[in-house]
């Protein structure tokens, strides 16, 4: 009878189509985690220089902010470690790779662009300024 189908066949061919998704889960799931490492990477050169009179403190430390370096520091840092893989997995679900990079690289630069525009920290009195001796 011609209506037999060889199991091994079906089987075999099943088991190709899933390591092949398999890959390419894991090379999207390796994308999240370099975008993870890049952003905070991104973050930490972005806020660490703004935040550094803050935890240098000026002249004795007498201007030290622990507020900025245990409280806005880490959050920065979480955003930025959170931020762009999240956005990498809302936005490859609906749109392609490239698609989903290029969203996830403005939304980058709108986080740090709101950053810049929100977060002061206390900075160092300007050296030409101050008072006389």
């Not at 989903?100 to 206390?122: F, Q, S, Y």
Request: proline share 7%; net charge negative; charged share 20%.
């Amino acid at each position: 009878m011609s209506d037999e189908v060889d199991m091994s066949d079906v089987v075999d061919e099943g088991d190709e189509v899933d390591e092949s998704a398999g890959d390419d889960e894991r090379v999207l799931n390796g994308v999240g985690c370099v975008l993870a490492l890049a952003g905070v990477l991104v973050a930490a050169a972005f806020a660490v220089p703004r935040a550094a009179y803050s935890y240098d403190g000026g002249f004795e430390g007498q201007d030290t902010d622990w507020g900025v370096i245990l409280v806005e520091l880490p959050l920065i840092l979480l955003a930025g470690f959170a931020v762009p893989p999240l956005t990498w997995a809302a936005a490859v679900r609906r749109l392609g790779p490239w698609a989903a990079a290029l969203v996830c690289l403005a939304v980058v630069a709108l986080g740090l662009w709101g950053l810049d525009a929100v977060w002061h920290p206390k900075q160092g009195p300007d050296p030409g300024y101050g008072p006389g001796i």
